[in-house]
C-alpha cells in the first residue's frame, strides 16, 4: 500500500539533545513537507522539499534542519537550539502539480 | 498576509443532529480549499477538495461550500454519528504561495450518543 511512514510515534529529548524524526514515503511524490502543530494553533510549516537536494525554510524553521537526499525520505532534525520543541509533528507529501496532501501519523515528540 | 479562522473550536452535539462547521479566510485569491479530518494523536485524512472554481464538493454525508467573495467555506455533516467524533481543518492555497497550505486551527467535534 502506498503512504507515509513516520517513525517513531513517540520520541523523548533531553535537554541540549538533537533527535531525528524519520519521514518515508512511497506515493512517488516530489515535494515533502514537515509541520508542527500545537494545541489550539493551525500546523506550521517548518521545511519544505520540492525536489530532491533542494528544500526551502517554513515559517518556523530556526532550531530545525532537514535534508533530501532520496525522493522517498525527508528526515527532520530538532536540534538543542530549539528551545521549545515539545510539540506534535506531522510529515507530508503531495504530487507536483498535485493539491491533494497526504500525511503521516505523527511524532509526538516530549522534553524531558 | 492570508488568514484561516475555524469557529467555534469546539462543538458538541447529540448524535443523528445535522450540523455546520465554519472556515473563513481574508484573501479569496486561492487556488483551494481542503477540509481535513484528524482523530487524536493521528495524523490528517483529506475529506474534501473544492478548487476556486467550484461552489461544492460532496461525499456521501459530508458537503462542503466555497465562497470566495465573502471569504467562507462550510462543512455540513448530516445524521451525525459518534464515530464523526474528531478534529476538522481547513486549510487554502493562497495563489502567491508556492502551494503552500494555509491553515485554521480546527474544530473540535464531539457526537453524543
Known amino acids: 500500500d502506498g503512504g507515509i511512514t513516520q517513525s517513531p510515534k513517540y520520541l523523548f529529548r533531553k535537554e541540549g539533545q538533537n533527535v531525528t524524526l524519520s519521514c518515508e514515503q512511497n506515493?512517488?511524490?516530489?515535494?515533502m513537507y514537515w509541520y508542527r502543530q500545537d494545541p489550539g494553533q493551525g500546523l506550521r510549516l517548518i521545511y519544505y522539499?520540492?525536489?530532491?537536494?533542494?528544500?526551502q525554510k517554513g515559517d518556523i524553521a530556526e532550531g530545525y534542519s532537514v535534508s533530501r537526499e532520496k525522493k522517498e525520505s525527508f528526515p527532520l532534525t530538532v536540534t538543542s537550539a530549539q528551545k521549545n520543541p515539545t510539540a506534535f509533528y506531522l510529515c507530508?507529501?503531495?504530487?507536483?502539480?498535485?493539491?491533494?496532501?497526504?500525511f503521516g501519523q505523527g511524532t509526538r515528540l516530549t522534553v524531558v | 498576509k492570508q488568514e484561516v479562522t475555524q469557529i467555534p473550536a469546539a462543538l458538541s452535539v447529540p448524535e443523528g443532529e445535522n450540523l455546520v462547521l465554519n472556515c473563513s479566510f481574508t484573501?479569496?485569491?486561492?487556488?483551494?480549499l481542503q477540509w481535513f479530518r484528524q482523530d487524536p494523536g493521528k495524523g490528517l485524512t483529506s475529506l474534501l477538495l473544492?478548487?476556486?472554481s467550484q461552489r461544492e464538493q460532496t461525499s456521501g454525508r459530508l458537503n462542503a461550500s466555497l465562497d470566495k467573495s465573502s471569504g467562507r467555506s462550510t462543512l455540513y455533516i448530516a445524521a451525525s454519528q459518534p464515530g464523526d467524533s474528531a478534529t476538522y481543518l481547513c486549510?487554502?492555497?493562497?495563489?502567491?504561495?508556492?502551494?503552500?497550505?494555509?491553515w485554521g486551527a480546527g474544530t473540535k467535534l464531539i457526537i453524543k450518543p
Open positions: 484573501d479569496g485569491a486561492i487556488y483551494n
Open positions: 506515493l512517488n511524490h516530489d515535494a
Open positions: 507530508a507529501s503531495r504530487r507536483t502539480g498535485g493539491s491533494l496532501a497526504f
Open positions: 486549510a487554502v492555497i493562497p495563489l502567491d504561495s508556492n502551494y503552500q497550505l494555509i
Open positions: 473544492i478548487q476556486s
Open positions: 522539499s520540492q525536489i530532491v537536494n533542494d528544500f
